[in-house]
């Protein structure tokens, strides 16, 4: 079966700061490993995805994520934090890929960063 | 152009009522979806169609009846609604094909009072 965790349940880091969220991921066959990030009152939009390809994943804003089976972990980074960033990230996972009928994503419970000036 | 529309975006309603909340994709997706975001923000798959087919229900009440008139609209209907039904509704949809992304509508916010 497969589950999300995110560690820490809330990140401020002050502007041009490391940005690091954690996730950690538990799944019985390789996974398909995602970040969204979800301003307010906004849907969700896709940052960053792994299936299957480079262990080092770049995605949009900057954001980057580094798949490691050994950890089980998908880790997002950025290197300066910019006010902009300041959202709500969801790390998710999929057991099957897109194109398997049951395929669904189960989401970790969120991190809510803050951006300090 | 916007890719995944929901309507309403905000519902307020009384216990007990029934509400519709509608959602269209104009990606030309084959896959849609309904998740559910609690008052933490936890994100839960309620349903899944391919095709106007439920592929995905995952232990809903059957209060709730998901309705898929085309593969480009999947409806939800909730009957007789209850408190913990407040949450914010979010429609999605996919390819079955590369970059597999599930690109989501803005959200539906219930209120039930």
């Known amino acids: 079966a497969q589950s999300v965790t995110q560690l820490g349940s809330h990140v401020s880091v002050s502007e041009g700061a490391l940005v690091l969220l954690r996730c950690n991921y538990s799944?019985?066959?390789?996974?398909?490993l995602f970040w969204y990030v979800q301003y307010p009152n906004q849907g969700l939009q896709l940052l960053l995805k792994?299936?299957?390809?480079?262990?080092l994943v770049k995605g949009i804003n900057g954001f980057e994520a580094e798949f490691k089976k050994s950890e089980t972990s998908f880790h997002l980074t950025k290197p300066s934090a910019h006010m902009s960033d300041a959202a709500e990230y969801f790390c998710?996972?999929?057991?099957?890929?897109?194109?398997?009928?049951?395929?669904?994503?189960?989401f970790g419970a969120g991190t809510t960063v803050t951006v300090r000036a | 152009d916007t890719a995944v529309s929901q309507t309403p975006k905000y519902l307020v309603t009384q216990m007990g009522n029934d509400k519709s909340i509608k959602c269209e994709q104009n990606?030309?997706?084959?896959?849609m979806y309904w998740y559910k975001q609690d008052s933490k923000k936890f994100l839960k798959i309620m349903f899944s169609?391919?095709?106007?087919?439920?592929?995905i229900n995952e232990t809903v009440p059957n209060r709730f009846s998901p309705k898929s008139p085309d593969k480009a609209h999947l409806n939800l209907h909730i009957n007789s609604l209850e408190l913990g039904d407040s949450a914010v509704y979010f429609c999605?949809?996919?390819?079955?094909?590369?970059?597999?992304?599930?690109?989501f509508g803005p959200g539906t916010r219930l209120t039930v009072t």
């Open positions: 792994y299936t299957s390809a480079a262990t």
């Open positions: 990606l030309g997706h084959d896959t």
């Open positions: 799944s019985s066959v390789p996974p398909y």
């Open positions: 998710a996972v999929s057991d099957l890929p897109p194109s398997s009928n049951d395929y669904k994503l189960s």
């Open positions: 169609y391919n095709n106007k087919e439920l592929i």
């Open positions: 999605a949809s996919s390819a079955w094909e590369l970059p597999y992304e599930q690109y």
